[in-house]
């Protein structure tokens, strides 16, 4: 079974830096795609990083140069850096995991991130 547990949200500055994590179990390397997802108050939820299996990442036009994703497969674990944050920043950002063969999503708890002007 697979489980998704988000950590790292919190209140910061804009400027600042946050990492959120992502503890992930139950999960067979190689077989999925991993990103975070965040949804602002009143909008869709949107994409802002995804890393897969060879490490090659995508990020949203608006977090480039800011956002970092990383995974630790030895932990089973996945990182979002986010440095130079701004108050559109301020989301619940939601670890995801999509098998590549059977296209099923998973997804973590969500954590808040608030960026204060």
């Known amino acids: 079974q697979v489980r998704l547990v988000d950590s790292g949200g919190t209140l910061v500055q804009a400027g600042g830096s946050l990492r959120l994590s992502c503890a992930a179990s139950?999960?067979?390397?190689?077989?999925?795609?991993m990103g975070w997802y965040r949804q602002a108050p009143g909008k869709q939820r949107e994409s802002v990083a995804t890393i897969y299996s060879g490490g090659s990442t995508n990020y949203v036009d608006s977090v480039v140069g800011r956002f970092t994703i990383s995974r630790d497969n030895a932990k089973n674990t996945v990182y979002l850096q986010m440095n130079s944050l701004k108050p559109e920043d301020t989301a619940v950002y939601y670890c995801n995991a999509r098998n590549i063969y059977s296209n099923i999503n998973y997804w973590g708890q969500g954590t808040q991130v608030t960026v204060s002007s």
């Open positions: 139950g999960i067979i390397s190689g077989t999925n795609v």
